[in-house]
């Protein structure tokens, strides 16, 4: 698919809301236009997945026979990078390299979780008890993992064909049917990998596409009373009334992937040359726009004022600009919408006196840009340090010793994820253990593989995602005990 037919076809999708307007964020120009799929698609949606779950003419394959097809879909996004990478820039205001390698990680997913749809297995067991009823028995048991059925899979813009990805391989690999709603903000790259999943031999109706807002396409699904499972990435509000929707309908089950506020802990003996340019990727990266991002740095007292001089070095010198110009390593906020929100945090910062090293403003250029900002003196109850600001925005705050570093970084609702920096072995794997987040840093930022399970602690989420972990949210267990 060419990038203009897809700015095309959305266009043409039958729908019976709002007409949804799409933009580029780095020019404010509106790029396309598509309607709100409306609640009687979305339960046309969801009545075809269910007819394909019942017909079993995907999960009733041979393993083998699902495995070749996530294969397929993976080299069919390989081949399709191009007109992806260039659909994320454009869409999500991506930088091309973050593009490409997005695009890349997500084809992965596929063919990770192609190599686990052989891999579904449960345990058995030769049981000889009195069991609950006192009567000498002898029993064969076993489990048996199968998938929910029907699946609802919902995602947030700032990493849309991951996002996608992420949710809908290891569904397919456990052999659910789906529907998939991407963020209004974002649907182009789903078109396109819509189309990959058909011609790579998804069955129709397996994994049927939805567009639409949350509060319409998204709350619909959720509400649904024949959806068995939401798997959800987004903020933890959002991720609040999913819970309560699926409470009032089905009590289905529930997954979340929802927000962060990362501590970043940094001791005097940590190396330096490394721990400075991490830790500024690792939340500036996207413009701040990644859960993970390493938004609360703790730096010991010693080191404070050299690591502050590092932090504001970069951010005042990372290029800063749409795709399409030369050299950016960050992009811009994804909407008006966003770009108020971290112009509210950093006006409600000025009220309270923090100390702006740099930034702190909007670019004076077109796009939703705001200049990586470095703010120190920040009281611990304020709304800049215990919020997720989900934009270029980092507090930095000193330390005196190991405890108060500790108490600083878990002072906190959210626990995603979290970073030590030092050389100290001892304390680098002691600080692993009492940090209370979903996934612990030594020594590195941002790492991810489709290997290593990922999700929140507290309240930045529900059970997991990658991994075998990440297979098992789309299965459930039954178990079976046979008389000998
Ligand atoms: P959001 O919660 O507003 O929206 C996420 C998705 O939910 C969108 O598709 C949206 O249309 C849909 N939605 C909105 N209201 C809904 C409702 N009432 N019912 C059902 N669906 C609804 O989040 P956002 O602002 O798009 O994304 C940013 C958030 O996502 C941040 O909080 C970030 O931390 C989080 N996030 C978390 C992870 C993770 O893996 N933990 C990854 C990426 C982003």
Redesign the pocket.
């Known amino acids: 698919m060419q990038l203009q037919t897809v700015l095309d076809e959305i266009q043409k999708r039958p729908g019976t809301g709002d007409t949804i307007p799409v933009f580029d964020p780095s020019t404010e120009e509106q790029i396309t236009e598509f309607k709100d799929c409306g609640p009687e698609a979305v339960n046309d949606a969801v009545a075809r997945a269910r007819e394909s779950f019942e017909s079993g003419v995907w999960h009733g394959l041979p393993a083998s026979e699902r495995a070749k097809v996530l294969w397929r879909v993976g080299e069919l996004i390989d081949e399709n990078a191009d007109v992806l990478a260039k659909l994320e820039s454009l869409n999500a205001g991506m930088t091309p390299t973050q593009a490409q390698g997005t695009v890349t990680v997500s084809a992965e997913f596929f063919r990770y979780y192609a190599g686990w749809c052989s891999k579904i297995e449960g345990i058995a067991a030769d049981v000889h008890t009195g069991g609950l009823t006192g009567i000498d028995s002898h029993q064969h048991a076993y489990t048996l993992k199968e998938p929910y059925g029907v699946v609802g899979l919902?995602?947030?813009?700032?990493?849309p064909i991951f996002?996608f990805c992420a949710k809908l391989a290891p569904s397919l690999a456990a052999g659910c049917s789906s529907v998939v709603?991407?963020?209004?903000e974002t649907p182009l790259t789903a078109l396109v990998l819509d189309r990959i999943l058909t011609e790579a031999g998804v069955p129709d109706g397996v994994a049927n596409l939805l567009l639409g807002?949350?509060?319409t396409a998204?709350?619909a699904?959720?509400a649904h009373p024949d959806v068995e499972k939401v798997a959800?990435?987004?903020?933890?509000?959002?991720?609040r009334?999913?819970v309560h929707?699926a409470g009032a309908s089905n009590l289905k089950k529930v997954t979340l992937?929802?927000?962060?506020k990362s501590p970043v802990v940094v001791f005097d003996d940590a190396d330096l040359k490394s721990a400075i340019p991490m830790a500024a990727f690792g939340t500036f990266i996207h413009s701040g726009q990644?859960?993970v991002c390493g938004s609360r740095i703790f730096v010991q007292r010693s080191v404070f004022d050299r690591f502050v001089e590092g932090l504001a070095n970069i951010a005042n010198t990372l290029p800063q600009g749409g795709p399409t110009e030369e050299g950016v390593i960050i992009g811009p906020l994804i909407s008006q919408k966003q770009l108020n929100r971290v112009l509210g945090y950093l006006d409600q910062g000025k009220s309270d006196g923090v100390e702006f090293v740099t930034g702190g403003h909007r670019r004076d250029r077109k796009g939703y840009f705001v200049h990586p900002t470095v703010v120190t003196n920040v009281a611990t109850t304020s709304r800049l340090f215990q919020e997720?600001i989900?934009g270029p925005v980092v507090s930095v705050i000193p330390f005196d010793d190991e405890d108060e570093a500790v108490a600083l970084a878990n002072d906190t609702t959210y626990g995603?994820a979290a970073t030590a920096w030092t050389s100290n072995l001892g304390r680098a794997h002691r600080i692993a253990k009492r940090l209370k987040a979903g996934t612990v840093g030594l020594n590195c930022q941002m790492q991810f593989d489709h290997s290593m399970p990922?999700g929140?602690y507290k309240q930045?989420?529900w059970g997991y995602?990658s991994g075998k972990a990440g297979l098992e949210t789309y299965l459930q267990t039954k178990i079976v005990w046979a008389q000998l």
């Open positions: 919902i995602f947030p813009w700032n990493g996002n709603k991407p963020a209004e807002y949350g509060h998204g709350a699904i959720t959800f990435t987004g903020s933890t509000e959002v991720g009334e999913i929707a992937e929802l927000g962060g990644a859960c997720e989900f995603l990922f929140g930045s989420g995602e």
